[in-house]
């Protein structure tokens, strides 16, 4: 899909959700699986479900359900992306990464991403929040391929910093307030749909990460191109395989999901309520 045509759109899109939600908010998440309760903690809620807006792919994964949420959190404006698009779904990165893009021309400066992703560290049992500090793309291609759209950002961009030290030291000292023990790391972003192998978590152990999963490093790839701050939070929903010996299950990922959504909303509500105490002073 050449540019031109991916920015007609992406403002398209943009244009239908602006019909409904005139001042949309400057800060995004994108909920991961199991996390799609999360939506149901903002107040006074405007829902549209992405098959109102045009151009929009349609979640085809059990716990990702397929509504743009916009309302507030203690005060605070947020934008909730209530399920995503994943390239094992059969979505081209385009696609996949179609709601960052729509949300860069909403006015969305601040990107949170969400996953249930597996622990590889023997250290990040189930149930840990990690903040992630780094990335490894093995995805096969990269969603910037192809022609660069200048006016949104340059072909080579940096990617030094995809998540941001100042959203991660934030996330941390919110953490700190809720007692939770975040932890940090590196996500490794493989194609999927099947779960790794043992002799696969040994290799991404050696390359270096910490958890992995099959989203998350495209959004934030786009996210960083366009200039958006990112701030990305995995939950470890099981053990990655040969950890445990368990056996790996969608379903088991769901569930791990929403027991884990009442913790990782309340250190999202904190890092969303900082931000726009920020914004108010102008010092965001
Ligand atoms: O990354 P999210 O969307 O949270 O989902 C994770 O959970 C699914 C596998 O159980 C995969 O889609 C993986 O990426
Ligand atoms: O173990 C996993 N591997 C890949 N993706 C995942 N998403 C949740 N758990 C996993």
Redesign the pocket.
Known sequence: MPPIELDERASEAALAIQATIPKPPKVAVVLG?GLGALANRLADRTIVPYAKIPHFPRPTVEGHEGNLVSGTVAGAPLLVFQGRFHYYEGYGLDEVTFPIRVMKRLGVRTLILTA???GIDLSLPAGTIVCLKDHLNLIGSNPLRGPNDERVGKRFPDMTEVYSHRLRDLAFEEADKLGLNLASGVYAC?P?PS??TPAEIRMLRILGADV???STVPEAIVARHAGLDVLALALV??A??GVSGEI?SHAD?VEAGLKATPLIGALIEGVVQRLDAEDRQGTA
Do not use: K, P, Q
């Open positions: 699986s249930a992703t597996g493989l999927g779960y790794e992995v999963g099959m929903t099981n990655a395989a790996i990922v």
